[in-house]
């Protein structure tokens, strides 16, 4: 029996794990598979236009009969700052004519763009059961129409007085995202790296402060980080490098085989792919121009200029360009099928705590 029943009676799900949103990676299979496995599927909608993302949610409902989350990015977007875009061109020239890349060629912003009107008016029509945001809460306006759809919001705190806040703000469950997850870090109120929390000094803390049940993640990847996190007193678990290697996943062959050769001390920060702070095995890029500089233009303006290199190298086989988030525990996932994956972290999870009770 799992010692906090909280997070299962709020998301109705068999277990109180969620296969973490993750964008660029992943899509409907991923989620089905894991929900069939008795998790939370998360739905990463940030790189999905309002089309696609309601695409989606209906081939997930055509397949499995389970709750759903759909995930969004909600900073507030600027437009790009042009001397800023020109410095990073001027810093990526060379990889330009490496790559036989005009820099004056226009090309499609990249899209990281924040919940909106469009965004909301889907998830007013597909009403799905749980919403999470990252990077702490979209507009009044846009969270009430959410809430009045008769969705759960969840959302990522780094901090304590980032959950304090999202609590305050009307979140439902918080995910305490320590310093060893994988992709972007979800702070909002800080914009410090060095001050950020590992997951298990943050969950306990964030526990504390808060009323709401909190879902750790951040470097758990197996039974016993799951039930050290229940220890903690999280309700729940939000795993999503383990599940990077399953059948299902968008991961691309090239770069699963960069994920499956990291260890511990593979990944390390890096603000030089998008412009915001986020964990990954080092790239070319991170390695030469990062993993932190001061000329990456502002989330998520960094990347634009970095899609047509992206490609080009991707064409020759190479991952120079190419984002590989992962986060400290990439080394525990396995190749199995995410519905496989989820009842063996469950059943181990499960296994540990009764041993520990002795
Ligand atoms: C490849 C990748 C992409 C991610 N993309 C998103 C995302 O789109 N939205 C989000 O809320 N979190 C995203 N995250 C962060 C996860 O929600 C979560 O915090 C993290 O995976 C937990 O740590 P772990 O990777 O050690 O399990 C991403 C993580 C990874 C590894």
């Known amino acids: 029996m799992w010692p906090d029943r909280r997070l299962i009676e709020l998301f109705k799900t068999e277990f109180p794990i969620v296969l973490a949103p993750m964008a660029g990676v992943m899509d409907a299979d991923l989620v089905i598979a894991a929900a069939q496995g008795g998790a939370l599927g998360s739905l990463p909608c940030a790189m999905l236009s309002a089309e696609k993302a309601c695409e989606q949610v209906k081939i997930i409902r055509q397949r499995v009969s389970a709750p759903i989350n759909m995930n969004f990015f909600c900073h507030r977007a600027g437009d790009p700052d042009a001397g800023s875009q020109a410095r990073w061109k001027l810093r990526l020239e060379g990889y330009y004519s490496e790559y036989g890349v005009d820099p004056a060629a226009p090309v499609n912003a990249v899209n990281r763009a924040p919940f909106d009107e469009a965004m909301c008016e889907v998830v007013e029509e597909l009403k799905p059961e749980i919403v999470s945001f990252h990077f702490g ?10 809430k009045a759809a008769g969705c759960i919001v969840i959302s990522s705190a780094t901090i304590v007085k980032e959950a304090v806040w999202l609590e305050e703000n009307g979140a439902d469950a918080i995910i305490a995202q320590g310093m ?3 992709g972007h870090r979800g702070m909002f109120l800080t914009d410090n790296i060095a001050e950020q929390p590992g997951t298990f000094a943050l969950v306990p803390q964030v526990v504390d402060a808060v009323k709401v049940p909190v ?24 795993i999503g490098s383990a599940y990077l290697r399953c059948p299902e996943s968008k991961v691309s062959a090239l770069a699963r085989v960069a994920l499956a050769q990291a260890l511990d001390d593979s990944t390390v920060i890096t603000n030089v792919m998008t412009g915001r702070p986020a964990r990954g095995v080092p790239n070319r890029l991170m390695r030469e121009v990062g993993p932190i500089s001061p000329d990456a233009p502002a989330f998520p303006h960094a990347a634009t200029a970095l899609a047509p290199l992206k490609a080009a190298a991707e064409k020759q086989g190479k991952l120079d360009f190419t984002n ?10 396995r190749e199995a099928p995410a519905g496989e994956l989820t009842r063996a972290l469950a059943g181990a999870a499960l ?7 002795g």
Not at 137 to 146: A, I, Q, T
């Open 324 to 333: 590989l988030w992962a986060g400290q525990a990439i080394r525990m996932g």
């Open 215 to 238: 879902i750790a993640s951040g470097g758990i990847a197996d039974g016993r980080g799951i039930a050290a996190a229940f220890a903690l007193g999280a309700a729940g678990v939000q």
């Open 351 to 357: 296994a540990r705590m009764k041993q520990l009770a």
């Open 180 to 182: 060893e997850a994988g």
């Open 137 to 146: 809460l979209p507009e009044k306006s846009l969270l009430r129409r959410v």
